[in-house]
Structure formats: C-alpha cells, structure tokens
C-alpha cells in the first residue's frame, strides 16, 4: 500500500466559500477590505514560486497564495503516475484562519472551507481522505467542528498548523484533545503561518529575513509544539490522541527527546501530568513524516540520524505535492534504507489513520 501523508488541495480564490458562509461571515468575505476579505500572508517569498508551475495555468491564474489545479492534474502527477493508493489532503491557505484575529469568523471559514472541499474534491476522489481544518484560536469551536465531522469517511484526521497564539499542550486547547480522544481522530501539525497574525514569532531570536532562513529554521515551531504536548501530559490526560509532525524535518526530534528526558528526570515535579520520560510517548502517540528528508549525502549518516526516532515505525511518506520542494517517492524510497521502506510507504501511515487497505493492495 502507498499512501501519501501530505498533498495540498487549496481554491483558486476564497471566494468560492462565500455560498458555504452564514450570511454575516459571507458579507465580510465580499466586502471587506478594498477588494474582499483576504488571509495574512508571509513575509518571505521564496524566490521562484510557491508551487510547480505544471500544476496550474500560469497565465491568467487566481494570484492567491497556490492557484488551484484540478483533480485530473493530481491523478496524472500524484496518483495514478505513482500508484497511490490513499492521499491525505492537507489545506494551503485554509491553515491561515486559525491566526486570525476574529475568532468567529475563522470558525465559519473552517466548516465552510470543509464542506466545499467535500463537495469539489472529496466525493469525486475516493482515494483521497482530508484533515479537518478547524480554528486553533478558538478551541470551543474547533472541538464542535472536530465532533461535526468525526466518523465521515471523507475526514481521516484534524489539522493544526504550527503557527498558533500559545503552544498546543497549554490547557487552553484542552477542548481540542478532548474532541480528539473522545472521537479517535488523529491530529497534525504541520508547519504553516508561523509569524503571521496572531502567530507568535518564528523563532525566539525573531523573524528571519530570507526564504532560505525560514525554510531551515521552520521546525521549531513543531519542536515548541512537542515539547508543550509532552510536557503538560497530553497523552497521559488524553490516551486515545495520536499526533503526526510534519513537514519540519527529522534530525532535530531526537536533540529534543534527549534534553527532554534528561530535564524530566531532574524537573519532573513541575510537571507532574508527565509522569514517563517523554521520549517514551513516542512510539505509541507521535509520527512523523518524510519530506523534507535531510540529505546528507552519506545514506550510512542518514540512517544513524534516524534511527533514534525508530522510523520502521513512527516514519511515514509524505510528498508536499505541489509545492515547490516535491520529494518524488520513489526518489524518496531510494534514500532510505531498504528495511525500512515497506512500512514508512504505508503500513505506518494506515495503521495511524486507520485506512483500509484497498484490495491487492501490498503491506
């Protein structure tokens, strides 16, 4: 079985949300503004575009963040090119209504940005499941959004992006959790709008000045969100809830569960919800995805990066497609080692969203 943890499915303008919007949240989409209601955008561009420019028409194109492309496009450079089986949908610029500053009008933008995209994608795509896009900023609303769309088939999990007011294992977000583990829908984090809105800085140091910068340091707010989980007990308080980090790199995690455990064990009173080394909720609770893949040019450096994440296990493929940095799978499956190939194709990411294996499917 292939599947593909990470594909961005995303409108040619956010106007097409307006007949999915409560008439007070649509009159804000049209009106607001100049021209209409936007989503902040980042402060760094990179240098040669967003996304592939074969996935979009160039010339006469929406200028949102990533133009829409259309479901033959996906089937004839994703699915059918590299036989995959489940492909998770994960938002664009959607991930940008948890920093907004009005909370009820990003609940709104989420249900609706949801609905269309079952409506567009999801029911003409059977191999495609999506994450529910739900405002981290307003976590009663995301919880009734989470238990609104749990048990569809066409939702394999809840969607966080790493940009957020305060880290995610605060009791703020209890709510969220709650829904998660009351309903059995993984969560991911994936890193998105990080400095923007109501977002905290990239980095402690502030915000970088290039793309290149941005693109290097972009984890950090997946290592903040991991260490908040882990730290306030997340696991232990919620033991149905499973985590999938993406799209932050991978040599990092393991620094952080070593300086974790070893604080735990000196610190632990001040934290007492966490009451296991942390690296330990690990292997039962967190996942992680592929790309970006660090690449060392040396497979045997690769290999000993990995292998304190257990990535047999915990390690699932992930393409980013369409995004400018695309890894290919099979390019993907090359670098790593063989042993480990099998599982982080599939059966690691099937057992995490609990999909069915298609029939004649390989494990």
């Not at 994960?90 to 940008?96: H, N, Q, W």
Request: aromatic share 10%; proline share 9%; net charge negative.
């Amino acid at each position: 079985m292939r599947v593909d943890c990470d594909v961005h499915i995303g409108y040619d303008s956010i106007a097409a949300l307006a007949p999915y919007l409560p008439p007070g949240s649509r009159e804000l989409l049209t009106h607001s503004a100049t021209h209409g209601f936007t989503v902040p955008g980042y402060p760094w561009q990179h240098p040669t575009g967003w996304i592939r420019k074969d996935t979009y028409q160039q010339v006469g194109s929406a200028k949102g963040l990533t133009p829409g492309f259309t479901l033959e496009q996906l089937r004839q450079h994703l699915l059918d090119r590299y036989a995959i089986d489940r492909a998770i949908v994960i938002p664009d610029e959607p991930a940008g209504y948890s920093v907004l500053p009005n909370t009820a009008l990003a609940a709104d933008l989420c249900t609706a940005y949801n609905d269309w995209l079952v409506d567009h994608w999801l029911v003409r795509e059977p191999k495609l499941a999506a994450t529910a896009v739900v405002p981290a900023q307003h976590p009663q609303a995301a919880a009734a959004e989470i238990r609104r769309l749990a048990g569809r088939p066409e939702f394999a999990g809840v969607f966080l992006p790493g940009a957020a007011r305060v880290p995610y294992g605060n009791p703020i977000h209890d709510p969220i959790w709650e829904a998660a583990d009351e309903t059995g829908m993984p969560v991911v984090i994936h890193v998105h709008y990080e400095g923007v809105g109501i977002a905290g800085a990239l980095t402690g140091a502030g915000h970088p000045d290039f793309y290149m910068e941005y693109h290097a340091l972009v984890g950090a707010s997946l290592l903040g969100h991991l260490a908040s989980i882990l730290c306030h007990g997340v696991f232990e308080r919620f033991p149905r809830v499973r985590v999938m980090l993406m799209e932050g790199g991978l040599a990092m995690y393991a620094g952080l569960l070593w300086r974790l455990d070893a604080n735990w064990r000196s610190c632990r009173s001040e934290a007492p919800s966490c009451v296991r080394p942390p690296s330990e909720y690990i292997w039962d609770h967190v996942r992680f995805t592929t790309q970006p893949l660090e690449n060392p040019g040396d497979a045997d450096a690769l290999r000993a990066t990995l292998m304190p994440l257990h990535p047999e296990h915990t390690l699932c493929f992930a393409s980013d497609y369409p995004h400018w940095d695309f890894d290919e799978p099979n390019l993907t499956l090359r670098e790593l080692p063989a042993d480990w190939r099998d599982p982080i194709m599939g059966a690691n990411a099937a057992e995490f969203y609990g999909l069915e294996l298609p029939a004649g499917s390989l494990t």
